[in-house]
Every structure is written in C-alpha cells, then in structure tokens.
C-alpha cells in the first residue's frame, strides 16, 4: 500500500524555522520526483519546491525560493523541507507529492507562521 505521511509541522513565529518530513512506503522512491504543495484557505494549490528522482535537479516557487530547501535521501525513503525566515504568508497545508506516471499524496500537515 502506497503511502506518504508528513510530520515537523506546527506553530513557528515569524522569521524562524521548520523542517517539514515525508516518510514513503510502498514503493521505490528512487524512481520518483517528489514535490511540496501547499494550500491555504481560499487558495488553489500551489508548488512550492520539486526535486528530481535522484536529487540531481530542484525548482521551486519565486516566493520560496532561498528561504526553502527540499532534499531527499532515497535509502530513508524521507523527502525533506526545510523552510527558513518564515513568513505569516507561509501559512498553509504542506502536502508531499510523488510523481511518475501516478501522482500519489500524503494527506498534509499544518503550518502557522504567527506571532
């Protein structure tokens, strides 16, 4: 059974960090990219940062990008976000995505930026 579970969510002020984990069963991770999604209240999805299946390539979105980092280490079956100098606007629902012919999801996880 296919599965992505994140954790590290939760409530961070703004400015400070989190690091957001993706846990994958059920199939091999190496032969997927993987994504970051998010989506806040009201808001359609958006990309937040990709990763190609062996790391070699990442792209992320023009409001992410030099704050966040996405890594993944394939002998752990963990994708990682690593999200710095938060702002309240990152607040959302991040969700991990894994793609190849399929597209598969994890069922997300909160973060609030907020003083």
């Known amino acids: 059974q296919v599965r992505l579970v994140e954790s590290g969510g939760g409530l961070v002020q703004p400015g400070g960090s989190l690091r957001l984990s993706c846990a994958a069963s059920?199939?091999?991770?190496?032969?997927?990219?993987m994504n970051w999604y998010r989506q806040a209240p009201g808001k359609e999805r958006e990309l937040v940062a990709g990763i190609s299946s062996y790391g070699g390539a990442t792209n992320y979105a023009d409001s992410t990008k030099g704050r966040f980092t996405i890594s993944r280490d394939n002998a752990k079956n963990t994708v990682y976000l690593q999200m710095n100098s938060l702002k309240p606007e990152d607040t959302a629902v991040y969700i991990c995505n894994a793609k190849r012919f399929l597209n598969y999801w994890g069922q997300g996880i909160q973060v609030t930026v907020s003083s």
């Open positions: 059920g199939f091999t991770l190496s032969n997927y990219a």
